[in-house]
């Protein structure tokens, strides 16, 4: 009966030990974006390696990959739709050269831009013609920030 009890409170502390620590395992297991303050932002290397950030496009969240070898914000098809982009009416009149070869592009703009405490407007975009599993963050956006900088597995930006 002894071995029973202290089997249960070790299991008791064993929860309150993670309940105590689930912030800290929760951002190791899948880390996340952090505003530092109006202009900085930090983002910490996802598991896959990348660097992962979301950003509010027209009142709709996005998933990028941050990827400063691509000239241009890229959108998934899924993506422009999610924000409102009329799939039908684009002009796919672009071609882009990938890792997966060339693929046609639709130029956009995009109208309102959020990220953290930072809204921009008018940002050049294309939608990629091919199949793509995440949008990518280049640099007509990250053009836009003062400094860019990768140390110690994260990625800041700042104004």
Known sequence: MAQQAAIWVLIFVG???A???WEDISNDVNPRQAIID??????P???DGHYNLTLEINGASVDFVVDTGA????LSQQDAARIGIDLASLNYSSFANTANGVVRTA??????VVLGGITDSGIPAVVNGGEMD???LGMTYL???DRIEISNGQLVLNR
């Open 134 to 136: 995440v949008s990518l």
């Open 45 to 47: 290397r996802g598991n």
């Open 15 to 17: 929860v309150i030990g």
């Open 107 to 112: 130029p956009v703009m995009l109208e309102d």
């Open 143 to 145: 053009g836009l920030y």
């Open 19 to 21: 309940y105590g620590l």
């Open 71 to 74: 000239s241009q914000v890229v």
């Open 38 to 43: 109006d202009s900085t932002i930090a983002v």
